[in-house]
C-alpha cells in the first residue's frame, strides 16, 4: 500500500515531457520511409447521389501516378456485425465508408484514391478522375429521415427493435426503451410537471492532429501500418476485415497522438493506404488529411433531438421521467444513443421513468465516438428541466439535486443496479460547499448554473509485459496508447506494487506483435484496466525477485521494504538485487492480461458564471468550476488536466461549435477558422475539486476520469444563462445569434 | 432463483411481465428458460450463438465479459440491455 514513498498523489513530472515541449516526439507525419508515395483522395461533392461510373484512365495515365482504387478494389465484405474493439459495427458499411461502394451518402465521402511520386502529382490525379453522379435529396436531420416520404439512404437497412426487424426500408436503424415503474401513476403524483424539447447539432472532437495513414505492403504478404490512433489492434482489426488479410499479417506501430478524444478509434486512411501500396508494387505510401477533410468526413458525434418530461411533488422529489432521444449516426447506423440513454437519468433516483432511443441515419459523415458519447446531449436536456423544476418549486439547484441524487442501490435507466459506492452526491455538496458557489453574483446580465453527469467508464482488455534490467530500471511495455499522460499513470502503479520511484519505470508503448491484445484507450478505461495489469505485474516481480534472492543467498525467506531486500544477513538495495538476479541466471520478465468485469462509473457535478452581452447576445465564461468523482488520483495534475479539457470542450460545445450545411448538405464551416473551437481567451482557469471515492473493485480504488468532465456542461451553461436572463435556450451551441433572437423573443 | 428483467420491447411474449424468475447456472441456461416459457424470446437476445451485437448482458449489476456463458446465481438479477461505447 501507499506510505510517505508512494509515487501516488504527487504530480510527478512525466519522462515523455522534455521531449515532447522539445519538439522531438514522434508523430505520424514525421515518419519518412525511402521512396515513400503520396496519397490524395477524391471526395464528393454531393451529400447524397448514386454514383453511376468512376472512370480512373486519366488519372493513370498521368506521369508520376504509382495506383489509383475506388471502392470497386475493395474485397466484398459480409452483411454482417462484429465488434472490432469499441462497439459493434456492420462490416459492409465500415467498408463503405472507407471508399463509397455504390453511393455518395455525405460531402467528402471518399470515393477514389491515387499515390503518386508527390502530393502535388496525386492531387493533379484526383482533377482527372471522372464520375457520374445521379444526385438524391440530401436527408440532413431527424425529422427529414424519419419522414413518411424521407428518401432511403441504405436500400438494406430495416428497423431493429430489440431483435426484431422490420420489413420496410428505413432510415431508423433502431428503437430501443428502457421502462420501469408506472409512469402515468408517477406523472399523476406530480405537483409540477416539466415537459421540453432540445435540438443539439452536430460538433467535432477537435483534435489538433488530423488523421494520417501510413502503410507499406511487403512482397512476402505482411502489411506494416504506422498510426496515429487509439487502439492499435482496433486498425489492426478493422484493416484485416476491411482487406480481408489475417491479423497475423499486420503490424501497426503506434506514434504519438495529437489528440483523438474518441475520434481515433475507426479507421479511414489506413486501408487505402495498404490497397495502395500493394497496387503501387510494395512501396510505402502516407496521407495527410487536411482539415477540412478531417472535419468532412472523420467521425463528428451526433445531433440530436430529444424530448424530457419529468415530475416532481411537492416536497422536491421526482416522481416520474420520460426521456425520447432521437441520435442522428450519420450515413451507417451507430450512433451513441445506447450511452445516452442511460446518462439521461443517470444522476437521480427515479422509480418511474422511460427512455426511448433511436438510431437513425442521415446524410453526414459516420458519427464516431466522442468523449463519453453521447452524453452531452442528454444531459444538457435533463438538467435544464431539472433547473425549471427546481425554480418552480422555490428550491436551491445544489439542494434539489442532493434531494434527488443517485447513491448506491439505486439504477440506471437500463434498470442495472450500482451495487458499489457512487459519488454524485458527494460532488454536488462539494459544489455547494465551495467558495465559488458561496461567493455572490455581481452583475445585471450575470447568472449562475449547475448541472450534473454520469459516464459508465469500462473496463476491456489490456495486457503488458516488465522487464527488470541490470541497473535496477524496469522496461515496461503496453499498448494502450498514450492519449494524454497514461504512460505515466501505468508506470506508477506499477512502481507503487513493486516497491521502486517510477524514475526507475521507463514504460512504453509497443505494436501489435510485441504485446497481446489489448483494447482501444478510450471509455476512461486505460489508467483503470491497463494499471491493473501494471500492479499484477508488479507484484509478480516482487515475488519472483524474493525468491531468486532467497535462492541465491540460500536462505528461507527475504523481505523487502524501504527500498531495500534482506534475508538472514544479506542486504541489497534495488539495483543491487536487480544486478545479482542478472548475473545469477535467467533474465526476469513478467507479464499480465486483464479483463476486468467490474468497473466503477463516474459522477460530475458543475457549476457556470457567465455573463451574457445583452447587445450581442455573447456568453463570457467569468468563472466554472468543477467536482468530480475521480476515485483515487493517482498522478493528480494528469486527473485536473482530463476535468478542464472535457469542460473546455463541452464549453465549446454548448456556445459555439456545429456543423453548418448548405440546402445541399455541403458542410460551409470546414475550416477551424469557421469551426469556432473555444481558445485560451475565451475562458478563465477551470477550478477543479477532486472527490475521491475509491472504486473498491481496483487495487488502487481508480475510476476512469477521462469522459465525465464533459457531460454536465453544457447543461450548466444553459442554466446559468436561464439565470442571467429568463430565456430557456432549447438548441445547442447557444450562440450569439441564436441567444439574441431568443432574447428578443421573449421581449 | 434468477430474476431476469425483461426488456420493454420483448415484454409483449412474456404476457407484459417485466420480471420473470427463472432457474439457470448460467445466462445460456436462463435465455432456454425463458424460451422454454415464452417462445420466442431466446431469437431476440441470442444471434449466431453468442449475445446480439449491440446488445450486453448484465449479472447483478455487472456486464460480465463472457456472454453467453456468465455465471448465474440463485438470487442473481439479470439484465439485457443496448451496449454502451466509450471515447476518449
Given amino acids: ?747 | 432463483m434468477a430474476i431476469v428483467w425483461i426488456p420493454p420491447l420483448i415484454r409483449p411474449l412474456t404476457d407484459g411481465k417485466s420480471q420473470v424468475e427463472v432457474e439457470g447456472e448460467n445466462v445460456r441456461a436462463i435465455v432456454d428458460a425463458l424460451e422454454a416459457r415464452y417462445p420466442g424470446v431466446a431469437a431476440r437476445i441470442i444471434d449466431e450463438e453468442r449475445i446480439r451485437p449491440g446488445l450486453s448482458v448484465a449479472v447483478d449489476g455487472t456486464v460480465g465479459n463472457k456472454g453467453l456463458r456468465e455465471p448465474v446465481g440463485p438470487n442473481s438479477e439479470v439484465h439485457f440491455v443496448p451496449a454502451m461505447t466509450g471515447g476518449s
Avoid at chain 1, 450519420?330 to 439521461?344: H, I, L, M, T, Y
Avoid at chain 1, 516488465?466 to 506499477?494: C, H, K, P, Y
Avoid at chain 1, 486527473?639 to 453548418?660: D, F, K, R, T
Fill in chain 1, 1 to 747: 500500500m501507499a506510505d510517505a514513498t508512494s509515487p501516488f498523489g504527487s504530480s510527478i513530472k512525466r519522462r515523455e515531457d522534455p521531449r515532447l515541449i522539445a519538439g522531438r516526439g514522434s508523430f505520424l507525419d514525421d515518419i519518412k520511409l525511402p521512396g515513400m508515395a503520396h496519397l490524395a483522395v477524391l471526395r464528393s461533392p454531393h451529400a447524397h447521389a448514386r454514383i453511376l461510373s468512376v472512370d480512373t484512365s486519366k488519372a493513370e495515365a498521368l506521369a508520376g501516378v504509382k495506383a489509383v482504387v475506388t471502392g470497386a478494389d475493395l474485397p466484398a465484405a459480409a452483411d454482417k456485425i462484429e465488434d472490432l474493439g469499441e462497439g459493434a459495427i456492420n462490416l459492409m458499411y465500415l467498408s463503405a465508408n472507407i471508399l463509397a461502394h455504390d453511393k455518395a451518402l455525405y460531402h467528402g465521402h471518399a470515393i477514389a484514391a491515387v499515390a503518386a511520386t508527390d502530393s502535388h502529382t496525386a492531387e493533379e490525379a484526383i482533377g482527372l478522375i471522372e464520375v457520374e453522379y445521379e444526385l438524391l435529396p440530401p436527408v440532413m436531420t431527424v425529422d427529414q429521415a424519419l419522414a413518411d416520404d424521407a428518401p432511403i439512404l441504405l436500400s438494406g437497412l430495416r428497423t431493429n427493435e430489440m431483435g426484431e426487424m422490420g420489413t420496410q426500408p428505413t432510415n431508423l436503424a433502431q428503437h430501443f426503451r428502457h421502462q420501469r415503474g408506472d409512469l402515468a401513476a408517477g406523472f399523476a403524483a406530480a405537483a409540477v410537471v416539466v415537459e421540453r424539447s432540445f435540438r443539439t447539432e452536430t460538433v467535432h472532437q477537435g483534435y489538433i492532429e488530423p488523421h494520417t495513414g501510413t502503410a507499406q505492403y511487403n512482397s512476402d504478404g505482411q502489411v506494416t501500418i504506422w498510426a496515429s490512433t487509439q487502439g492499435t489492434f482496433a486498425v489492426r482489426n478493422q484493416t484485416s476485415e476491411i482487406l480481408r488479410i489475417p491479423v497475423s499479417q499486420i503490424k501497426v506501430i503506434p506514434t504519438e497522438i495529437g489528440g483523438g478524444f474518441g475520434g481515433k478509434i475507426n479507421v479511414y486512411l489506413e486501408p487505402v493506404a495498404v490497397l495502395l501500396s500493394k497496387k503501387a508494387g510494395g512501396k510505402p505510401v502516407k496521407l495527410v488529411m487536411s482539415r477540412t477533410e478531417v472535419l468532412q468526413a472523420t467521425g463528428p458525434t451526433s445531433g440530436s433531438n430529444i424530448r424530457i418530461k419529468m415530475g416532481v411533488d411537492g416536497a422536491g422529489k421526482l416522481t416520474a421521467a420520460h426521456a425520447e432521444l432521437y441520435y442522428e449516426a450519420g450515413a451507417f447506423p451507430g450512433s451513441p444513443v445506447g450511452a445516452a440513454a442511460n446518462v439521461v437519468f443517470a444522476p437521480y433516483a427515479l422509480d418511474n421513468l422511460q427512455v426511448d432511443g433511436y438510431d437513425i441515419v442521415v446524410n453526414r459523415p459516420r458519427s464516431a465516438a466522442y468523449r463519453a458519447p453521447g452524453g452531452t446531449n442528454a444531459a444538457y436536456a435533463t438538467e435544464s428541466v431539472m433547473n425549471e423544476l427546481a425554480a418552480k418549486l422555490g428550491i436551491d439547484q445544489a439542494e434539489f439535486r442532493l434531494l434527488n441524487g443517485a447513491k448506491q442501490g439505486d439504477r440506471r435507466p437500463d434498470g442495472v443496479q450500482f451495487t458499489e459506492p457512487v459519488g454524485l452526491l458527494e460532488t454536488v455538496q462539494a459544489i455547494a460547499d465551495s467558495d465559488h458557489y458561496k461567493s455572490p453574483l455581481t452583475g445585471k446580465y450575470q447568472g449562475r448554473g449547475i448541472a450534473c453527469g454520469y459516464w459508465n467508464n469500462w473496463g476491456g482488455k489490456s495486457s503488458a509485459t516488465a522487464i527488470l534490467n541490470a541497473d535496477g530500471t524496469v522496461s515496461l511495455n503496453e499498448a494502450s496508447t498514450d492519449i494524454g499522460g497514461s504512460r505515466a499513470s501505468i508506470a506508477m502503479q506499477f512502481a507503487e506494487a513493486i516497491g521502486i520511484t517510477y524514475e526507475q519505470v521507463k514504460p512504453r508503448v509497443g505494436d501489435t506483435d510485441s504485446v497481446a491484445y489489448n483494447d482501444v484507450t478510450g471509455g476512461s478505461r486505460t489508467t483503470f484496466s491497463t494499471g491493473m495489469a501494471a500492479h499484477n505485474m508488479g507484484v509478480e516481480m516482487l515475488a519472483q525477485m524474493k525468491e531468486r534472492l532467497a535462492d541465491i543467498w540460500d536462505v528461507a525467506s527475504v523481505e523487502y521494504a524501504n527500498g531495500d531486500f534482506s534475508g538472514g544477513d544479506n542486504r541489497s538495495s534495488f539495483p543491487q538485487a536487480a544486478a545479482l538476479i542478472y548475473k545469477s541466471g535467467e533474465p526476469l520478465m513478467v507479464s499480465s492480461t486483464v479483463y476486468p468485469r467490474n468497473f466503477g462509473p463516474g459522477f460530475s457535478t458543475q457549476l457556470a458564471d457567465v455573463e451574457v452581452d445583452p447587445e450581442t447576445g455573447k456568453v463570457q465564461i467569468l468563472r466554472f468550476t468543477i467536482a468530480q468523482d475521480v476515485g483515487r488520483a493517482i498522478h493528480p495534475s494528469y486527473v485536473e488536466g482530463q476535468m478542464q479539457g472535457g469542460v473546455v470542450q463541452g464549453i465549446g460545445w454548448a456556445l459555439n461549435e456545429e456543423y453548418v450545411y448548405n440546402e445541399k448538405g455541403q458542410l460551409l464551416n470546414g475550416s477551424l477558422l469557421d469551426y469556432r473551437m473555444p481558445t485560451a481567451l475565451d475562458l478563465p482557469m477551470i477550478e477543479t475539486i477532486l472527490v475521491e471515492v475509491p472504486y473498491p473493485g481496483h487495487p488502487y480504488g481508480v475510476r476512469g476520469v477521462g469522459e465525465v468532465n464533459i457531460v454536465p456542461p453544457a447543461g450548466a451553461v444553459a442554466n446559468a444563462i436561464y439565470n442571467a436572463t429568463g430565456v430557456r435556450m432549447e438548441e445547442l451551441p447557444m450562440s450569439p445569434p441564436r441567444l439574441l433572437a431568443a432574447m428578443s423573443e421573449k421581449k
